[in-house]
Every structure is written in structure tokens, then in C-alpha cells.
């Protein structure tokens, strides 16, 4: 099936189409209630936190030991699930408007059926784009210095690799990517891709992913990495395909920074140039697969 956006037969691209106030409550709407519902939760369940650590004779004014940052960690996890809960019935609407659900496609011409062969192959390419992207566009921002000036970025950072190990695996190797993934590809890039041309919609959502992180380093990286799931997910037409390359590239770079051995010897320029040369080569063979498909 080969799904045609509004916009191709109105001239195509961003200017092709008006955003209508309607439109732009359709496509920012379920933002607009996973960032309520999770800082609703998020407040109430560290007022609970709070209570309780009163009432145990403790204190919770500083936000620097470990105990806390860990707490705060699984809060902003567990508020996170609560927030995309509203969100379930509008992602199986997108999903199923596309013929998807969240693994297989189906009503589908057999053009387009993806066999066990071909999801394998989909996943492999995935895996490795998300290890060689976040790793090459981390050493980049690493040795240009900008990582280091950006002292909003060290806050995020510092709370995100103070929590223990495996509670760091779950928390951003899991559940923040399958969280965002619902939010930013499941629903905004599905939902702008119907009035937007593909590259539209891939830019467009990689823009406002990286908006949503709300500091320079970590705007640009998400702009950089949402717009390359956004892509992905367009070209192989599974939505399990973003959200393997949101949580491997996560688990990449946090278990790198958590290996100080490792991150000596991969941060260096090579590794840089051979992970995007690598990322290049990827992204090649995906878009070379998807024209064959469509022939």
C-alpha cells in the first residue's frame, strides 16, 4: 500500500498545507496531555515521597545524594508511564489507520508483506544505526567541546548517570524510549505525514523532538536522532522500529559512559568518522531496499 498525504496533491512540502487550528490541536494535542499528566504525576507522587520521608525523620531538601537523585529517577519513570496512559486509544488509531498494530502490518498487498527474513533484516539495520548514530553524533558534540559548555546539559546528565545501574537500563533503555516513541512517532509523525510530505513530517518531528529536551546539546542531538527514527520508521513501516533504535541507541551511550575504560578509547576522532561513514552506509542500503519494494 502506498499511503499519499494531502500534500502531494496540493503542491507537496511544508507549504503545501495550512495549519488550521484544528490541525494544530490534532498534531500537538497529545503532547499537550502527556506534559500535564506527567508533571500532574510527577508533583503528586514526590509530595507522597516528600510525606513519607517527613514522616520518617528525614529531610528531602537537596537533590544531590544518591538516594535522591535514584528516587527522583524512578518518579520522573513512573510519571512518564502514567502520562502516555490517556495516549493508548490515539496511538492505536494512527497505528491502525496505517494497517498496523504494534508488530505486525496487516491488510497489506503481498508487495509489501514483510516476511520473518526481511524483519530480521529490518531489526539488524536498525541496531546498527542506532549504535553507530549515537555514538558517532556523541563523540562529535563530545571533542567540539559543546557538550562541556553547556551547564543545562551537565544538570540532566549528572541526574541521569547518578541513579544505580540497572535502574538506569530500565528507566532510559526502556521506558523513556518506549514512552516518547508513542508520543513523537506513534501519534505527531503519524498524524503529520497524513497532511505533510514524508520528508516533511520526518523534519518537521525531528524539530519539535528536539525542542521537547529543552537544552542545546541535547536539542540537537534529538533533532539529529528523532529525524533519522521518523525516517526509518517511514521506509520499513513498523512502529517496533523506532522504538529498537530509541532504546539501543539509548543503552549505547549509557553503558559507554558508564564503562570510563571504554569511553576513553571510543571517544576519539576515527571512531567518530567510522561510526557515521557506517550510519551513511546504512541509511544507503535502507532507502535502496525501500525504492526495490516499491517498484
Known amino acids: 500500500r502506498i499511503y499519499c498525504c494531502q500534500c502531494c496533491q496540493t503542491g507537496g512540502g511544508i507549504a503545501g498545507m495550512k495549519m488550521t487550528g484544528q490541525k494544530i ?37 537537596a537533590w544531590t545524594t544518591p538516594e535522591q537523585t535514584a528516587a527522583t529517577g524512578i518518579l520522573g519513570g513512573i510519571s512518564m508511564v502514567l502520562g502516555i496512559l490517556p495516549l493508548l486509544k490515539a496511538l492505536k488509531k494512527e497505528l491502525s489507520d496505517r494497517g498496523e498494530t504494534f508488530i505486525r502490518t496487516k491488510d497489506v498487498v503481498p508487495q509489501q508483506t514483510v516476511d520473518k527474513k526481511n524483519s530480521v ?38 541526574n541521569q548517570y547518578g541513579v544505580p545501574l540497572l535502574a538506569g537500563v530500565i528507566l532510559y533503555g526502556i521506558v523513556s524510549p518506549f514512552v516518547e516513541e508513542i508520543v513523537f512517532r506513534g501519534i505527531i509523525f503519524n498524524r503529520l505525514r497524513k497532511d505533510f510530505s514524508v520528508w516533511g513530517a520526518v523534519l518537521l518531528s525531528g524539530i519539535l523532538f528536539g525542542l521537547y529536551h529543552g537544552n542545546l546539546v541535547q536539542g ?12 526509518l520508521y517511514a521506509r520499513m513501516e513498523r512502529f517496533w522500529i523506532p522504538c529498537l533504535f530509541h532504546m539501543t541507541a539509548n543503552l549505547t551511550v549509557y553503558l559507554t559512559v558508564q564503562a570510563p575504560g571504554i569511553h576513553e578509547k571510543v571517544f576519539t576522532v576515527p571512531a567518530a568518522a567510522i561510526m557515521l561513514c557506517v550510519l551513511a552506509v546504512a541509511l544507503v542500503l535502507t532507502e535502496r531496499r525501500y525504492r526495490k519494494t516499491m517498484k
Open 25 to 61: 490541536k490534532e498534531i500537538f494535542g497529545p503532547f499537550a496531555v502527556y506534559y500535564v499528566v506527567y508533571h500532574a504525576a510527577f508533583i503528586l507522587l514526590l509530595l507522597v515521597l516528600q510525606s513519607a520521608a517527613k514522616l520518617a525523620g528525614r529531610e528531602w531538601t
Open 220 to 231: 540537537v542531538y534529538g533533532m539529529l536522532m528523532g529525524s533519522l527514527m521518523a525516517y
Open 121 to 158: 533484516q529490518n531489526g539488524l539495520v536498525t541496531v546498527l544505526a542506532a549504535v553507530t548514530a549515537s555514538l558517532g553524533w556523541n563523540i562529535v558534540f563530545s571533542l567540539s567541546g559543546l557538550v562541556q559548555q553547556s551547564e543545562s546539559y551537565q544538570d540532566v546528565a549528572r
